[in-house]
């Protein structure tokens, strides 16, 4: 056995990670569960994880996981424990609350069979959160709800029919589950309002931003493109990752109409993917990719010429969307049409990335493309301020030692007080 001293924080602890997502998935909190828990694992730590059956950002269940009602699973030394939900295939209030419910009801009839030493959830499945705090409760063992996006707010934005109600019910599950916590870590200073306005004292809140989870491009650019179809001279504005209501990727659409020399590619799935095809029926300067795999991401990234990031403008997002991290990492300048004030586009200021355009406007978005298009060195000046941002601030490393200290903290608090 390993002296005390050199014995790491997490040898030989329990702890459960409770996250809807999870590896398969590549892109939205998923990847952040995965590498949080290998990372834990690695540490020492016995790991386990309550999620879902992938099926983000497409809205289907994985073809391997169809069918399949429970299902435990050992993934990167990290014990992977699996329930089957509802997947809806369109997004509503109410489908959107049977979906939650689902995975409520599966979570809690069949938690894994452990006691955990401490329970983290991530935030915004409700589900997760309130199974967290059931789970944590049952156990008498501290519980840190993880925010990453809160669903009150951005039900009542996010124009799906029923929101208002949606946000009240989604308000009430995000207040317990907050309420219930020894810690709340926040992925963004500007949650810190909205989580103390739900009676969370600001001394139990902690900052762990979210860290790039992907490698940097290492590909020749020219074969990317040519590989990929874009011509050399055709400026080529690439958008990736979910395709729902709230990125409001209508504005890109309109852009391929009323720019003809301009390509516009939309790279990932979600449920208006459907809808947007019908929409751009006829454009021949618009393409729908499939989500790239890891292995080749960043290389499609960075041989785009420009990098959108779209919210509608009844939006104000305090979430930062992971592929802001990954268009970062890339190399290319961002073009951010997102309302002035949320976190995606105080960190398209903070990193001098890229720059921001009003939302759900195709003429502001063209006039800022081809301002980049036209200034080469301003574009790539812009770009190069992305990967700089990403090594002063946005390390895995950095990342996971935040984490490494917010679930130490409270396990020691809880050590402390069971000797009082």
Do not use: C
């Not at 939650?100 to 589900?127: N, Y």
């Amino acid at each position: 056995m390993p002296d005390e001293e050199h014995r790491k924080p997490l040898d030989g602890r329990r702890l459960l990670v409770v996250s809807t997502n999870y590896a398969p998935e590549l892109t939205g909190i998923g990847p952040y569960a995965a590498q949080l828990a290998e990372h834990w694992a690695r540490s020492g730590a016995d790991t386990h994880v309550l999620t879902g059956m992938p099926h983000y950002p497409s809205w289907r269940t994985e073809e391997a996981y169809r069918g399949v009602w429970r299902t435990d699973e050992q993934r990167a030394g990290v014990t992977v424990h699996r329930r089957r939900h509802y997947v809806p295939p369109r997004q509503s209030a109410l489908r959107r609350a049977a979906f939650e419910a689902s995975v409520l009801a599966h979570g809690l009839a069949a938690p894994p069979a452990l006691r955990p030493d401490a329970v983290i959830a991530q935030l915004p499945s409700l589900a997760g959160g309130v199974i967290g705090a059931r789970l944590a409760r049952r156990h008498g063992i501290p519980y840190i709800p993880v925010v990453q996006d809160l669903m009150g707010a951005a039900a009542a934005q996010s124009g799906i029919r029923g929101g208002g109600r949606a946000a009240a019910l989604a308000s009430r599950a995000e207040r317990y589950a907050l309420g219930a916590a020894t810690l709340v870590g926040v992925i963004h200073e500007s949650f810190v309002p909205r989580v103390t306005a739900y009676g969370v004292a600001p001394e139990r809140i902690r900052l762990v931003p979210n860290w790039t989870h992907v490698q940097a491009p290492s590909a020749d650019r020219a074969r990317t493109r040519a590989r990929l179809g874009w011509r050399e001279g055709t400026p080529v504005v690439l958008h990736s990752g979910n395709m729902g209501l709230k990125q409001g990727l209508e504005v890109l659409v309109d852009a391929a109409r009323l720019a003809p020399e301009i390509r516009i590619v939309l790279m990932g799935d979600g449920n208006q993917r459907d809808a947007l095809l019908a929409r751009a029926s006829g454009l021949p300067n618009l393409d729908f990719l499939p989500p790239a795999g890891a292995d080749e991401f960043t290389d499609v990234l960075a041989a785009a010429d420009v990098l959108a990031v779209t919210q509608r403008a009844s939006v104000l997002d305090m979430s930062v969307p992971s592929k802001l991290t990954s268009y970062f990492v890339s190399g290319r300048p961002v073009v951010a049409s997102v309302a002035d004030g949320g976190g995606t586009a105080q960190e398209v200021q903070r990193s001098g990335a890229g720059l921001l355009v009003a939302p759900e406007d195709p003429a502001a978005v063209l006039a800022a493309v081809r301002k980049l298009v036209e200034e080469p060195s301003a574009a790539d000046e812009l770009g190069s301020n992305g990967p700089r941002y990403v090594a002063r601030h946005l390390g895995r490393e950095a990342g996971l030692a935040r984490f490494d200290a917010l679930i130490t903290e409270v396990l020691q608090d809880a050590e402390g007080r069971d000797r009082r």
